[in-house]
Nanobody, 115 residues
């Protein structure tokens, strides 16, 4: 059974930083594109960053220059470094393949940006 487990969320003040981690189990994602998604209250889930097996990255305009995605294929993990956080970054963050796979959604990790 494939499972993604996200961690690292929390409460942070505007301008602060958080580092989210994602661990995948059940299969090897070395050749998959991995993505970080988020869902804010009342909004649809959106893809904020993805990274290919070769390390190429892409970001949503709203996070470009502030977020950095990386991966360790040997460990089947992915990381989202979030800097200069804004209140509008408040959401539950998830990792999954990109495009997403419906059965792979984990519980996510809550990120709250507030003073």
């Amino acid at each position: 059974q494939v499972q993604f487990v996200e961690s690292g969320g929390g409460l942070v003040q505007p301008g602060g930083s958080l580092r989210l981690s994602c661990a995948a189990s059940g299969t090897i994602f070395k050749f998959y594109i991995l993505g970080w998604y988020r869902q804010a209250p009342g909004k649809q889930r959106e893809l904020v960053a993805h990274i290919t097996g070769g390390g190429s990255t892409n970001y949503a305009e709203s996070v470009k220059g502030r977020f950095t995605i990386s991966r360790d294929s040997a460990k089947n993990t992915a990381v989202l470094q979030m800097n200069s956080l804004k209140p509008e970054d408040t959401a539950v963050y998830y990792c999954n393949t990109a495009p997403h796979t419906d059965n792979y959604w984990g519980q996510g990790t809550q990120v709250t940006v507030s003073s």
